[in-house]
């Protein structure tokens, strides 16, 4: 298939890696070209704008930094609504607002374009070895169509109905649970810690026990060892996922009182820990609160 790649940050690199391993023929684009230079030593072919990416391509697939950055790649001269045939399909992977991605959807029925929101889980490793999960949401019809792609990316697809803003919908509500779970596992540690019994000990018994599941192991392992930098998912972007999660808690009447917690955890570990640590690093901010 002809694929037009937008994004190569964390995420979307390991992404755009898989779909020309699967023998895709695979345009990339990216806001700083030397990103790209590993995938096209592999055969990928570079764009200079979003535009020429999306020339003469069937589906595209973004997957950008927020709303803003997606919003500016579709409009304009160089952007993809000049590039992209009518009738070819968009499939956004961008963690973005419910409203947003209404909106983009309308822009594109607008143009005779196809959309279909198909946000993932997962870190930057499984990224790379195509252990995703994504969740889609869109007409069935293209759904069909990008189907052919995501056994290249991940390892178990989710398809939650004809309304495109739902798939974000989804990823927004389990991002605010991910963190929460980090949030509680690091309390708890830092608990276990100051009275004596080591994290790792801790997590051992947790993870072996009631909670053995991936984001336990997973986010567990990183709280342990402190690896909370090079990030795997930047606390700035996990502040404005759940920046995301309020306006839809607003929007839909829902009180969520942990929410509050964890935004102002994040503001706490990017100001004390700086830009670049990892959502995770909440679990620092905890431990020095808890005099540690």
Known sequence: MKVGFLGLGNM????????????????????????????????????????????????????????????????????????????????????????????????????????????????????????????????????????????????KVFYIGAKPSAANLVKLCGNFAILAAIETLAEAMTLAQKGGVPKKQFLEVMTASLFDTPVYRNYGAVLVEERFKPAGFAAPLGLKDMRLVGQSAETLRVPMPVLNVLRDHLLQAIGTLGEDIDWSGIGRAIALNGGL
């Open 12 to 155: 979307g690199f390991g992404m755009a890696a898989n779909l020309l391993g699967a023998g895709h023929e695979v345009t990339v684009w990216n806001r700083s070209p030397q990103k790209a230079e590993p995938l096209v030593a592999q055969g990928a072919v570079l764009a200079r704008t979003p535009r020429q990416a999306a020339a003469g391509r069937e589906l595209i697939v973004s997957m950008l930094a927020d709303d803003a950055a997606l919003e500016e790649v579709l409009q304009g001269n160089d952007g993809v609504f000049e590039g992209l045939p009518r009738g070819a399909l968009h499939v956004s992977s961008s963690t973005i607002a419910v409203a947003t991605a209404d909106r983009v959807a309308m822009l594109h029925q607008d143009r005779g374009l196809r959309y279909l929101s198909a946000p993932v889980f997962g870190r930057p490793e499984a990224a790379a070895a195509a252990k995703l999960f994504v969740v889609a949401a869109g007409a069935e019809s293209d759904y069909a169509a990008a189907s052919a792609l995501f056994p290249a990316i991940s390892q």
